[in-house]
């Protein structure tokens, strides 16, 4: 039996951070009151993910989840440990990532596209598709900072549905905005997941997301991964879990 192309490979990930309230301003300059508080967010996380394979990741506010994409992503450095993605393309879906505030949601298409490896020629032929499903009409030409939730969500969601990527993580994406577009937004993921050469990666709150749409789950817990497996069998557990916490 052929053995199955790997996606992305994380051994042994350690992220960390400092404790930013331990520093202040003083005289146009940072002044330490101290060596900082360092917090250990992903304490030694190790795990594949085959090509094609769409895998959920949940666990509860701050057990690590956003800070694992971001690592997978590039946008934070591993303090210990690797994540090889093999040579695949990556995209992040995931509020408050990527855009310039003070550029034109038009213009961060671009940004974006070209953040993504595309040429402004690739871009141009696909920039009226990703407008259109949007359904930002005009405000596309606003600044991005002038932008709801909602709509920085629209646009974030539709470069990378349009500017498709091997590998693409989205962070609770799904979840927000109106309901005619969390269920055009939903069904455009199924679309895009169904092609078995894509890998996703998803971080969501949502059991009946990660059910419906996930091969395998993660749940992540003060930064370790306590259970992986059967989607439907984790998230059982997972509620089970945040019932007896309540």
């Keep these: 039996m052929k053995k199955k192309e790997i996606a992305i490979t994380v051994n042994d990930l350690h992220v960390y951070y400092r404790d930013m309230k331990r520093f202040s301003l003083k005289k146009g300059g940072l002044k330490e009151k101290g060596s900082g508080k360092l917090f250990k967010a ?8 085959p ?11 701050g057990s690590g989840k956003s800070t694992l994409l971001r690592a997978i992503s590039g946008i934070f450095s591993p303090d210990h440990g690797s994540i090889n993605l093999h040579g695949n393309s990556i995209s992040l879906l995931s509020i408050g990532v990527g855009f310039q505030k003070q550029l034109t949601g038009y213009e961060n298409i671009y940004l974006s596209g070209m953040l993504l490896g595309y040429t402004r020629e690739e871009i ?8 259109e499903f949007s359904e930002l009409g005009d405000f596309v030409y606003k600044p991005v900072r002038s932008y709801s939730s909602g709509m920085y969500s629209k646009l974030a969601f539709s470069i990378t549905a349009i500017l498709e990527t091997d590998i693409i993580l989205i962070d609770e994406v799904l979840s927000v905005g109106d309901i005619h577009f969390k269920e055009k ?4 993921m199924k679309e895009l997941i169904s092609d078995e050469s894509r890998t996703v990666v998803i971080v969501s709150h949502s059991t009946k997301t990660i059910v419906e749409l996930c091969d395998k789950v993660i749940w992540l817990h003060d930064g370790l991964i306590k259970a992986e497996g059967d989607p439907a069998t984790i998230m059982q557990e997972y509620e089970e879990f945040m019932r007896a916490e309540a």
């Excluded at 992903?42 to 993910?49: N, S």
């Excluded at 032929?125 to 407008?131: C, L």
């Design 185 to 188: 937004s939903y069904n455009k």
């Design 51 to 61: 090509k094609g394979q769409i895998l959920g990741i949940c666990g509860k506010n």
């Design 124 to 131: 141009d032929k696909k920039v009226n598709e990703i407008i």
């Design 42 to 49: 992903i304490k030694g996380v190790t795990f594949e993910v």
